[in-house]
């Protein structure tokens, strides 16, 4: 399709290329026989750009050609032979762009080159020296750097547009930079030439989308700001730019600017008025002889201004010179300054008044001169782009009275400004008559009132006629708007840049404005006025009109809209804006001919050329011009009348007044871009291979038209009627909403169109380029379905509610004559009688659906099945064919409601009838019945898209369709044709006449209920319709959701799954359901009226009430953790009470029966001080239990009805002992014997509080120092012997645990059911926890894979059974998991706190061994294979390996021995460590202190010293120490230098937590010891216990260990009995021994 050949230029190819073909012919009208040249090329043309008399080419590949009169190089290249510019090879161009007499091009990575004239700068390159750069042969690079930023950064620039004596430059940000010379630029500068780029600052902050240069004028295009952003740039738009200041304002203005600056930015000075400027030098003289075309001949007068621009040989400063023969005075001599005039004058100027003269005298358009001019009829009047017909002043007819050409002696020795040799002619109108002119003109403006030049001009419109000019200096065309980056990233276009997204879509934006900046003289910036502008101004007449794309001529400008609608305004001597319209000075709308678009548009000398939709599918061009064919030497006289550009009024209707199409451009093709320069149009055409090119025309002009069509509807017919303060009564409050509705959606649809294409435009102008994937119908393609979607609905709502009869009426009264033009707009047939059907006009938007289908089918036929671009188009196909053919369907049943609504009209049925309700099927006609109605009875059923409606008389039952189950029943003997319908509260069974019409309501039903829920709409079978649903139903009827709201799941019609059940009265239950029935995991809410505070529950819930483990918040502050069953507290459970600012703090632990604390439990009285661990019986203390209180008292005994009562034994902090027959609590009354530290012992009768005082009666007896132990006095007084046992504590934890694992008791169940339940539980809190962290994510996936459980243990699988309850027991989503944690949990409890005392040490452990015990009965059920505690397992250890501290080796019998405290003690003691070891440090306390105060006091001594008092014998004395690698020798002062790694070792005992552990440490520092003696002992040296311990000892004390005592009596409590005798039971014995001799310093 593309011919993608990258050979040389200079290679032809072998045949032409099909696209980008270019054809360029000389600007005449349809008189002349024009025959547009084709260029032929080895390569498509991407883009093509005409300046004054030259032009550029980019083709494919990045290759730029020059053709035309290059007068920096001196050459003249014919068209058909463009050269090759060889330099830019290489760089990947991708934008080019002429100007008067300048190029610029534009590479890939956004780098700018300019080559040409730069007499003003406008190629961006510096002097040098001192001798300014007049031309420059070559491209050469132009850094746009942006010094604003640190450190400063090169902009990487899209776009380049190019004037006479500027250029502009879009960058990727969206700003505007410019350099050269004149107020053109945009910049707060008065020093020309601006020679290095800078940012054009009054358009920061916006966002540019295009730029474009005329000869002295700029445009932009600009995306329009939101309100809010807007006002940040409202003062700096407005400053000095308005346009609509008074007389007087405009007088105050000035007056007060005394500097010599002026509007166009020249800066004025005194200068000799012969003055020469360094700007005649140059290609000006060569151009001279080739490029003049006439004004050479003697007695013409040149159409220039007696004041010019000097050149600009400083760059600080820029002179005005003034040549003229004529001195106009005022009659009073004095100089001024009219206020209306667009520059200020120099005060010392030899003509006093000549400001006021010019400017009264552009008005004067009533009166006509006569000039001499033997220039050609389109031709310029000069060639220099310095003195131009607007270089300061309009080139009007009464300011051309005052501009005689310059004088020159010779035409060949001295030249004028304008560089070229001009004879002198002075004006044939005398003066005084001008000065008659001036004096009325000066009358009739005292008498206007009006605030700018355009409504003066207007207001004596009698005595005026159109504006007219000379022509201008030919500016390059419009630029062409290249691929985006989505097409090609090689290219960088401004359309990249006009593609502008909205709300981040990717779709152009059409809310934009035209701003402009320049010289105003013909009125091309589009204000109002002929006022120059320094800085860009907004023009306000073209905001909202959606303009997407600007074009300037060399004194005239062009706006092209999304309505495919023309704006042109500034000089239009020729016709080239396209109208007649006055004022010039603002844009007017080009008179277009029915039927055509305008897509494209660009702008040359004098002319225009437009690119539009025709009649058929290729594209056609207007011309807008001089209509007459030119002459070659004139008189004046012939001249004057011949030409369309004439000054006389009553001449100026002699060209053509609107755009006129050229016949033969349907011969060139599919023309994508045209171009226009000086006298020259091109345009860019692509050949139609396999229909490609054409299907991409073709659905771009259907979208344009498309586009045009619904702005139409929308100005005439919506907006009016929207707009109409009778709307509301004429269609009713419901309709009148939906019709709002139905504008605001035809308003986004239409946007959406409009914005299409405008892309499509884009896409066209580059269609070579672009990749057909990028078309947005495919990557937009679920935007556009959504938007026709939503409009469907919109429309299809108001049409059911009958909103079209109102409306149709409405229309008649608000239009009027104007139904014709509506009748045009329907593009359906119409009735006979000529109406408006507004139905049919407002549903044929849905036809484009099928258009964009069709054109998607044929550009797929252009590539292979097997290509992306294929399956990318013919998806998108499906799509658009898809979606027409369910808005169709969707039309016809809204057609079909509206007749049944319109058929069924009535006060019961109204009630029925919503917007969004279509009616399926209903039973007029008896075909379908309730069973077992009665004979006489009425049933009618109608079966809408949201419900099914059973009517019954007056009586509606409506059932909706989310909560509705349609079952078919088999045939029985009674032959009915059954449907039985489910609903959540009812059911019933309707019966049909026959099994057609049953299997038809079934399909129905079933497709309608699919439909409703968001399933297919078609193709569903009976009785296929899914069971499981998510649905919203509001209860009714009697029981325990009687007013709830449900939303969430069901399961033939009841509530089944996840959801939530709100009341009326506040009541919330969130979370799973089972069978109607609240069942799994739920949260619920229970408001509390008398609190004013809700309760809250997050857990468990079976058969409809609270079962299984949760939390419940009361709203009296309690908070309950623990088991439930059938709704009470029942099992394991916490119960926390009140806060610790009030008197009730509490919190209990333990078991529960039916709500009532009942079994084993710890209640922790805060207020009070006291813990209580024993039996509870319906809510009181009952049984055997041990209370500790704050101040040490320790009391274990028997409770009986809430207090103590029978044998009990008290013991006080000052180890006290108290054992007799308790009443109360603290209340003694009967036998006791009372113990005291000392010894001493009372026995006898007591009676009394302990903490008030006793009273005893029996014998005090002091025992004596030979006196044998009274063994009955000790069982007496002797600890644990009321406690409850350490097995039978917190059996409710275990049983949860069991329960947890599907067992009714402890070991009585399938282990297979056990695993199940683990898996179950895995899974689930894997999908249901979305809080769970990463590491507890994959702790999870980890415990999904099932270990083998059922096969014997070996020592292979064992690590991997132990590796399994590690991960366990990490998570409490694990049952076991759970059991570690809620044990850690009661540990803590029961032994933190008030049960920190020293006495409850023995409970402490025997509680944590009998944990151990259970525990490892259910490790023993989940594997089988697990020998008894302390088995064996007889396979011998694969691998060293095992014999860790987990897996204790038997070495003599080489076989692994496994206990449950080697297996279970490494997971819950590390959690358990802080109270167990805290209370062994309460035991320790008084050895410890007598232990530490020997460390402290053996530790003062030095080593040797040391190692001499502990009998260590010398041989072990180590003689040299290791520094930091270096070797010292230890000295008798030497402290800490001796067996240091031993002494390191051994201080990890403090950072360990097992027994094991531990005693791997010891082992550790055996072996330490060992490897520091072996050098200086024989290597078979052998320890002996009396050499050990000494050496061990000094060890120990070096090692300063905190709380050994404790540590040791953990080690020896809890150590596993399998290692007691071996060789660490040896080893801890040493360490043992040693902790004693500390002690006894005195044995030492």
């Not at 961006?124 to 491209?139: D, F, H, K, L, S």
Request: aromatic share 8%; proline share 5%; charged share 20%.
């Amino acid at each position: 399709m593309e011919n993608r050949d990258e050979s040389p230029a200079d290679e032809p190819a072998p045949t032409p290329p099909e696209q980008g073909l270019f054809h360029i012919w000389q600007s005449a009208g349809p008189s002349a026989q024009l025959c547009p040249e084709r260029v032929l090329l080895s390569r498509p043309v991407l883009q093509a750009t005409l300046g004054e008399n030259h032009g550029l080419l980019l083709t494919q590949g990045g290759q730029v050609y020059s053709f035309g009169e290059l007068l920096w190089r001196d050459l003249s290249i014919p068209v058909s032979a463009p050269v090759l510019e060889v330099s830019l090879l290489g760089k990947t161009v991708v934008r080019v762009a002429a100007g008067g007499f300048h190029c610029g091009a534009l590479s890939e990575q956004g780098n700018v080159y300019m080559w040409g004239e730069n007499t003003a700068g406008q190629c961006g390159q510096t002097e040098r020296g001192t001798i300014t750069n007049i031309t420059v042969p070559e491209p050469c690079p132009v850094t746009v750097v942006d010094s604003e930023v640190v450190p400063p950064a090169v902009v990487r620039v899209v776009d380049l547009a190019l004037g006479r004596e500027h250029s502009l430059a879009l960058s990727a940000r969206n700003e505007v930079w410019a350099w050269g010379s004149g107020c053109q630029l945009g910049l707060v500068t008065n020093t020309f030439p601006v020679w290095r780029p800078q940012k054009v600052e009054h358009l920061a902050g916006r966002h540019v989308i295009q730029v474009a240069c005329g000869a002295y004028h700029s445009l932009a295009l600009v995306r329009s700001l939101t309100p809010q952003n807007s006002q940040n740039l409202t003062e700096k738009r407005e400053r000095g730019q308005s346009p609509h200041y008074s007389v007087t304002e405009r007088e105050e203005l000035f007056a007060v600017d005394a500097g010599h600056y002026c509007p166009l930015g020249v800066e004025l000075n005194e200068v000799m008025t012969g003055e020469t400027s360094p700007r005649t030098r140059g290609p000006r003289r060569k151009f001279q002889s080739r490029g003049r075309s006439a004004g050479s001949s003697p007695g013409s007068a040149a159409g220039s201004c007696p004041f010019s621009e000097n050149g600009k040989s400083n760059t600080k400063q820029t002179n005005l010179s003034v040549g003229h023969t004529h001195p106009l005075t005022d009659t009073d001599g004095s100089p001024k300054s009219h206020p209306l005039s667009g520059w200020e004058a120099n005060k010392n100027s030899t003509f006093p008044d000549e400001m006021e003269l010019q400017n009264l005298l552009q008005k004067l358009s009533t009166h006509s001169f006569e000039m001499r001019h033997t220039t050609g009829p389109g031709d310029t009047d000069s060639l220099s782009s310095y003195t131009s017909d607007d270089s300061c002043v309009s080139s009007t007819p009464s300011t051309d009275l005052l501009t005689s050409s310059y004088k020159e002696d010779s035409p060949i020795k001295s030249q004028n400004n304008n560089g070229v040799a001009v004879p002198y002619s002075s004006s044939p109108v005398c003066l005084e008559e001008v000065r008659l002119c001036l004096e009325a003109e000066k009358q009739t403006l005292q008498g206007q009132k009006s605030s700018s030049l355009t409504n003066i001009n207007q207001k004596g419109r009698a005595a005026t006629n159109r504006r007219r000019s000379l022509p201008g200096i030919p500016t390059r065309g419009s630029p062409r708007q290249l691929r985006s980056c989505a097409c090609r990233p090689s290219s960088v276009g401004w359309s990249q840049v006009a593609a502008a997204e909205e709300a981040g879509d990717g779709l152009p934006s059409l809310e934009t404005e035209v701003w402009s900046w320049g010289r105003g003289s013909e009125g091309q910036l589009g204000h109002g006025d002929q006022l120059a502008r320094l800085q860009p101004l907004c023009i306000k007449s073209l905001t909202g009109e959606e303009v997407i794309k600007v074009a300037t001529g060399s004194h005239h400008s062009l706006a092209l809209t999304a309505h495919c609608q023309v704006y042109s305004w500034g000089s239009n001597m020729c016709g080239q804006l396209g109208h007649v319209n006055s004022p010039v000075t603002v844009p007017q709308q080009a008179k277009l001919s029915d039927g055509l678009r305008v897509w494209d548009v660009s702008a040359g000398q004098s002319h225009s050329l437009l690119l539009a939709d025709g009649d058929c599918v290729q594209p056609v061009l207007l011309y807008c011009g001089q209509q007459h064919e030119p002459t070659s030497a004139p008189s004046p006289r012939s001249h004057q009348s011949q030409s369309s550009c004439q000054r006389s009024p009553n001449r100026a209707e002699s060209y053509t007044v609107r755009p006129t199409l050229l016949p033969f451009c349907m011969e060139m093709g599919y023309i994508s871009t045209v171009c226009s320069g000086g006298q020259s149009c091109a345009v860019l055409a692509d050949q139609n291979v396999m229909g490609f090119i054409s299907a991409i025309h073709e659905l771009a002009s259907r979208e344009r038209q498309f586009y045009c069509w619904s702005s139409t509807v929308t100005e005439r017919l919506l907006t009016p009627l929207r707009n109409r303060e009778s709307v509301c009564p004429s269609l009713g409050e419901p309709c009148t909403h939906l019709f709002f509705s139905l504008c605001e959606s035809f308003v986004r649809l239409s946007l959406l169109i409009g914005r299409h294409s405008t892309s499509l435009s884009y896409f066209l102008h580059d269609v070579q380029g672009c990749d057909v994937t990028s078309l947005p119908l495919l990557t937009h393609a679920e935007h556009f379905l959504d938007i026709y979607k939503e409009y469907c609905s919109s429309l299809g709502d108001f049409h059911v509610m009958g909103g079209f009869r109102s409306l149709h009426k409405l229309s008649l009264e608000c239009l009027g004559s104007q139904q014709t033009m509506l009748a045009q707009l329907c593009v359906s047939d119409q009735s006979v009688s000529g109406d408006v059907d507004l139905v049919s006009l407002l549903y044929w938007p849905l036809q484009q659906l099928h258009q964009y289908s069709r054109v998607l089918l044929k550009l797929a036929a252009c590539y292979d099945v097997l290509t992306t671009e294929y399956q990318s188009l013919h998806q998108g196909c499906g799509q658009y064919d898809s979606l027409s053919l369910s808005l169709l369907r969707k039309k016809k049943e809204a057609e079909t409601t509206f007749l049944f609504w319109k058929t069924h009209s009535g006060k019961t049925t109204e009630v029925l009838r919503l917007p969004q309700r279509r009616v399926v099927c209903e039973s007029s006609n008896r075909s379908l019945t309730l069973q077992n109605a009665g004979r006489f009875s009425n049933h009618w059923f109608i079966l809408f898209n949201d419900t099914l409606v059973h009517t019954q008389f007056s009586t509606h039952h409506v059932y909706p369709l989310t909560g509705l189950w349609a079952k078919p029943l088999t045939e029985d003997s009674s032959g009915l044709y059954a449907i039985k319908i489910t609903c959540p509260e009812e059911s019933f069974t309707l019966v049909a006449s026959t099994p057609q019409e049953k299997n038809k309501w079934l399909r129905s039903i079933n497709q309608a209920v699919d439909q409703v829920l968001g399933g297919a709409s078609q193709g569903s079978s009976p009785g296929m319709t899914a069971m499981s649903r998510t649905a919203s139903y509001t209860f009714t009827g009697e029981g325990r959701f009687k007013d709830g709201q449900y939303t969430g799941s069901w399961l033939a019609g009841r509530v089944h799954g996840r959801g939530t059940m709100k009341w009326p009265d506040g009541r919330t239950y969130s979370g799973n359901f089972k069978k109607g029935q609240e069942d799994g995991y739920g949260e619920c809410i229970i408001p509390n009226k008398v609190l004013k505070k809700p309760d809250s529950y997050q857990g468990y819930w079976r058969d409809g009430k609270i079962h299984g483990f949760g939390k419940y918040k009361y709203a009296n502050g309690e908070v309950y953790e623990g088991c439930f069953c059938d709704g009470q507290r029942h099992g394991y459970g916490m119960l926390s009470s009140g806060r610790l600012t009030k008197n009730s703090s509490s919190v209990f632990i333990g078991q529960w029966v039916h709500d009532r604390k009942t079994g084993y439990g710890v209640y922790d009285d805060i207020t009070r001080g006291e813990k209580y661990m024993g039996q509870w019986l319906e809510e009181q203390r009952h049984g055997s239990a041990v209370v500790v209180t704050q101040c040490g008292v320790y009391f274990e005994g028997t409770f009986r009805d809430n207090k103590m009562c029978g044998p009990g034994l008290l013991m006080s902090d000052d180890d006290t002992v108290l054992h007799g027959e308790f009443s109360d609590d603290w209340t003694v009354n009967g036998k006791g014997v009372l113990s005291q530290a000392n010894g001493d012992c009372l026995q006898g009768m007591f009676s009394g509080e302990w903490t008030t005082g006793l009273k005893v009666v029996g014998t005090y007896t002091k025992p004596a120092a030979d006196e044998p132990e009274n063994k009955e006095r000790n069982s007496l007084l002797r600890l644990g012997q009321y406690m409850v046992p350490a097995g039978q504590r917190w059996l409710c934890v275990f049983d949860e645990c069991w329960s947890r694992l599907g067992c009714d008791a402890p070991g009585r169940g399938e282990r297979t059911v056990a695993w199940d339940n683990i898996a179950v539980t895995i899974t689930t809190a894997r999908r249901q926890s979305p809080d769970l962290s990463r590491s507890q994510r994959k702790v999870l996936e980890c415990l999904e894979i099932i270990p083998q459980h059922g096969e014997p243990v070996t020592t292979a699988n064992y690590d991997n059974i132990r590796r399994y309850l590690i991960k366990a027991c990490e998570t409490p989503h694990h049952p076991l998991g759970w059991l570690v944690e809620t044990l850690v949990t009661a540990y803590r409890m029961t032994y933190v706190g008030v049960g920190s005392n020293r006495r409850l040490l023995s409970h402490a452990v025997q509680e944590l061994l009998a944990y151990l015990t259970h525990f490892y009965s259910i490790i023993r059920f989940l594997f089988s294979g697990l020998p008894d505690d302390g088995g064996i397992i007889p396979d011998p250890p694969a691998s060293p390996s095992q014999s860790g501290h987990n897996s204790n080796i038997a070495e003599q019998y080489s076989v692994v021995v496994v206990s449950c405290s080697s297996l279970l003690l490494p997971q819950l003691l590390p959690r358990l460590y802080p109270p167990l070891f805290t209370l062994y440090c309460l035991q320790e306390e008084q050895k410890e202190t007598q232990y530490w105060e020997r460390i402290l006091r053996l530790n003062k001594q030095p080593d040797k010293s040391l190692l001499s008092f502990l009998g260590v014998q010398e041989k072990f004395w180590p003689v040299w120490m290791s520094i930091l690698g270096e070797k010292k020798q230890i000295v008798s002062s030497s402290k800490d230098a001796c067996f240091v790694s031993a002494v390191e070792t051994l201080q990890q005992i403090s950072t360990t937590f097992t027994p094991s552990d531990k005693l791997l440490v010891i082992q550790k520092t055996f072996e330490e010891l060992t490897q520091e003696v072996k050098p200086m002992l024989n290597s078979n040296f052998l320890w002996c216990m009396d050499d050990l311990l000494p050496l061990f000892l000094y060890v120990v004390l070096r090692a300063r260990i905190r709380n050994l005592g404790a540590e040791v009596s953990l080690i020896e409590d809890l150590m596993d009995p399998n290692v007691q005798h071996g060789e660490m039971g040896l080893m801890f014995t040493t360490l043992k021994a040693c902790y004693i001799q500390i002690q006894h310093e005195s044995a030492l």
